[in-house]
């Protein structure tokens, strides 16, 4: 990035991680509780993220400010660590 303006300007970047996923609707994510997102899909409201656990049942994009590590569960026995640390999305 460079900055070619006469003045400071502010940008952003965010690193996306992608998982290869057979069946979304086989998983449910932990950790977010207590979060506050903001919905891409609904007009960029910002909403609050109450259950426990999260499950994908339609198209979703999200920002999500990130509290600390998540946990992805698969309906079949495994289990993984989706974010190995502490982060947070701006």
């Known amino acids: 990035m460079q900055n070619r303006a006469t003045h400071p300007i502010v940008f952003e970047e965010a690193l996306h991680t992608y998982f290869t996923i057979s069946d979304i609707t086989c998983i449910t994510i932990c ?44 309906s079949r026995p495994k289990q993984t660590d989706l974010v190995p640390g502490k982060g947070q999305s701006r």
């Not at 409201?45 to 400010?65: H, M, N, S, Y």
Request: proline share 7%; hydrophobic share 35%.
């Open 31 to 74: 950790g977010l509780a207590g979060t506050t997102y903001i919905d891409k899909t609904d007009s960029a409201r910002r909403k609050p993220q109450t259950a426990a656990l999260v499950t994908i049942t339609a198209e979703t994009d999200r920002k999500i400010g990130l509290p600390g590590p998540l946990r992805a569960a698969w």
